[in-house]
């Protein structure tokens, strides 16, 4: 199945910095990369997401980016506020059907005001 | 987005005694649903792939007779953890997928 690494599982940036964190997956069937932000207790909100026939994706001030040659994607968050901090998990839907995703292990990132 | 609705948010139950979690998606039909368990600071472990009219696919490792899921219709897919036990306890969420995937809120478990 697929495998997905997640880098840095932590990372603390200054207000107004910005912040990037990477994934990489196995499978090159993956056709779905989103991203979720987990609140403490709360439900993953997926902030954005890409297919596989996009290099790049922008949403304000969040953007993704993937490199299918080298199978990996990244989310940038520009401007960082406080309330960006939260956990960033990536994930990639497998080359099979249903839909399942495969998660990264979860980036913690704290925004210092 | 696509709303999917899970309940109870928070249950405390003993030792020995079956808890339900219903996951309903509320304004779309969802013929698979996907269970997971969260620990603390970990990510989303899939226990199960609920397929409506038909049995769950489970994932490795986990026991399809204490975490039995049942997904009658097209809009609700409930998992119940039966003799709970203290190590149960977790963090457990739905999800559907509707374009996106999209969460129920999450159920705080805790066997006392």
């Known amino acids: 199945g697929e495998n997905v690494e997640q880098h840095p599982s932590t990372l603390s940036v200054q207000e107004g910095d910005s912040a990037v964190i990477k994934c990489t997956y196995s499978d090159s069937a993956s056709n779905y990369f989103p991203w979720y932000k987990q609140e403490l207790g709360k439900r993953p909100q997926l902030i954005i997401d890409i297919r596989s026939n996009v290099g790049e994706k922008k949403d304000q001030r969040i953007a993704v980016t993937l490199n299918k040659t080298a199978k990996h994607f990244s989310l940038h968050i520009t401007e960082t506020q406080p309330e960006d901090s939260a956990v960033y998990f990536c994930a990639a839907k497998g080359g099979s059907t249903l839909g399942r995703l495969y998660f990264g292990r979860g980036t913690q990132l704290t925004v210092w005001p | 987005g696509a709303v999917v609705s899970q309940h109870p948010s928070r249950v405390i139950c003993k030792s020995g005694t079956s808890v339900k979690i219903e996951c309903r998606s509320l304004d779309f039909q969802a013929t698979t649903m996907f269970w997971y368990r969260q620990f603390p600071k970990k990510s989303l472990m899939l226990m199960a792939t609920s397929n409506e009219g038909s049995k769950a696919t489970y994932e490795q490792g986990v026991e399809k007779d204490k975490f039995l899921i049942n997904h009658a219709s097209l809009t609700l897919s409930t998992l119940t953890v039966t003799s709970a036990h203290p190590e149960d306890s977790s963090f457990y969420i739905c999800?559907?997928?509707?374009?996106?995937?999209?969460f129920g809120q999450g159920t705080r478990l805790t066997v006392v």
């Open positions: 999800s559907a997928r509707q374009g996106g995937t999209f």
